[in-house]
């Protein structure tokens, strides 16, 4: 168990560039979510997989983002023509489930800036 | 929607200190609820939670109880120390299919040696 990994920590990239980020859940684990950290605040959901499928999206999603899971494993997130206000902490976390099984674990990270 | 309101920090505190940090939260049904904490450097990190009413929540000195009377999650611990310095976030899931969480913006302790 090597606990979840997000790729890249960081990230800098010019308004209007498309980034992606990926998330690289514990292995065996079924739930993925993505959340949103802006700072000084608590992080905000944004959406979340059971294994490939996407149950959920939040309204924070807009038609910029898109998040995939393909064969339920890995998880990436795009963000496209990035905006400023894009600028913020992007967290992963995964569970084993539902109910008593959905602690979630959460990554380091990736930090995006958008100048 | 559901919503989660912490107090704002930062609280500074010495060594040895009692800790209390206040909870509230708004929620329909009966929500699990949820203390994180955030090292510095570090990923959040699930300090403990509780999952009905009158449950009590215990970690690594920590301790909070599930009011739903008074719709509340205080974290208290008797001593804190100066590696309890940190990010605190409290946050519920409403034990839908979802199960995603929602954080209150968090207060950041201060321990003082």
């Known amino acids: 168990d090597t606990g979840v990994s997000q790729n890249p920590r960081h990230k800098i990239t010019k308004r209007g560039q498309n980034v992606t980020f990926r998330c690289d859940p514990i292995s065996e684990h079924n739930r993925l979510y993505w959340y949103r950290q802006t700072l000084g605040q608590g992080p905000e959901f944004l959406t979340y997989f059971q294994n490939e499928a996407q149950l959920e999206k939040s309204r924070l999603l807009s038609d910029r983002f898109s998040a995939e899971r393909p064969k339920g494993s890995f998880s990436t997130l795009e963000i496209q023509r990035t905006e400023q206000g894009d600028s913020a902490m992007y967290l992963c976390?995964?569970?084993?489930?539902?109910?008593?099984?959905?602690?979630?674990?959460f990554g380091p990270g990736t930090r995006l800036t958008v100048l | 929607g559901d919503s989660v309101t912490q107090m704002e920090g930062p609280v500074t505190l010495s060594e040895e200190a009692f800790l209390t940090i206040n909870c509230t939260y708004t929620a329909t049904g009966y929500p699990s609820l949820f203390w994180y904490v955030q090292y510095p450097g570090e990923g959040l990190q699930l300090l403990l939670k509780a999952t009905k009413a009158d449950d009590k929540g215990s970690n690594k000195g920590f301790e909070a109880t599930y009011r739903k009377e008074t719709t509340s999650f205080h974290l208290e611990k008797g001593s804190v120390q100066v590696s309890d310095s940190a990010v605190y976030f409290c946050?519920?899931?409403?034990?839908?299919?979802?199960?995603?969480?929602?954080f209150g913006g968090g207060t950041r302790l201060m321990v003082k040696p």
């Open positions: 946050a519920l899931s409403p034990n839908n299919a979802g199960n995603m969480l929602t």
């Open positions: 976390a995964s569970s084993r489930g539902a109910g008593d099984y959905n602690e979630q674990f």
